[in-house]
């Protein structure tokens, strides 16, 4: 099916372990977006990906990495989670076309004990 | 001060009224605005996007853009209990530069 998918949808982790989240879009998008959504912050950029091997900071980068080898896919990576990333967070993707926007996936529950 | 400020609400009418939503921000330099909504549980979905001033209108809807006042509003006519859900204000400088959101207001259409 066309359009943009993470998984998994919901994740139980504990302080200090790692965990990856994974995007995949199948419209050949250039740009690539990671974002997490807490309340009272709304949705904050993390990192994104201008296309397959560059990508760049957003607003709160901190503790997390991503990388992108394929147009695709692009997983974001929480070295050692801490309790201040329980968030929701969404992947997003968007054309090069400047009258195009984001589009995006459903995200992911995750819950740092 | 913020780049995008949004009312979080919530916001709570009748079904039939007329919903105003509202973002205002700093950055001159805006050019692409844009409002997407969101069900509880789910990703945001792109709604409504205008490039520059002006209106746009879609079905029960109209996106307004006032560039010097740094103001965009998001009319809803005939609201449904259908719209409930939060709705983001979104805007960027360039074509392909990121977004930058709102925080979101929470609409409530009440049958």
């Known amino acids: 099916d066309a359009g943009i998918t993470q998984s998994p949808r919901y994740k139980i982790t504990e302080t200090g372990r790692q965990v990856t989240l994974m995007c995949h879009q199948t419209?050949?998008?250039?740009?690539m977006f990671w974002y997490r959504q807490d309340l009272g912050h709304g949705l904050r950029l993390i990192y994104y990906s201008a296309a397959a091997d560059i990508t760049d900071k957003g607003e709160v980068p901190d503790g997390y990495v991503v990388s992108r080898s394929k147009t695709e896919n692009f997983p974001l990576t929480l070295e050692s989670a801490t309790r201040s990333q329980t968030s929701v967070y969404f992947c997003?993707?968007?054309?090069?076309?400047?009258?195009?926007?984001?589009?995006f996936g459903p995200g992911t529950r995750l819950l740092v004990l | 001060q913020k780049e995008v400020e949004q009312d979080p609400g919530p916001l709570s009418v009748p079904e039939g009224a007329i919903v105003s939503l509202n973002c205002t921000y700093s950055n001159s330099a805006f050019q692409y605005f844009m409002w997407y909504r969101q069900y509880s549980r789910k990703g945001p979905e792109l709604l409504m996007y205008t490039y520059s001033s002006g209106n746009k209108e879609d079905g029960r809807f109209t996106a307004q853009v006032d560039k010097s006042s740094k103001y965009i509003s998001l009319f809803i006519r005939d609201s449904q209990p259908s719209d409930s859900a939060t709705y983001l204000c979104a805007m960027k400088r360039g074509s392909q530069g990121n977004l930058i959101f709102g925080k979101g207001t929470k609409l409530s259409v009440k049958p």
């Open positions: 997003a993707s968007t054309g090069q076309d400047p009258e195009e926007t984001q589009y």
């Open positions: 419209w050949s998008h250039s740009y």
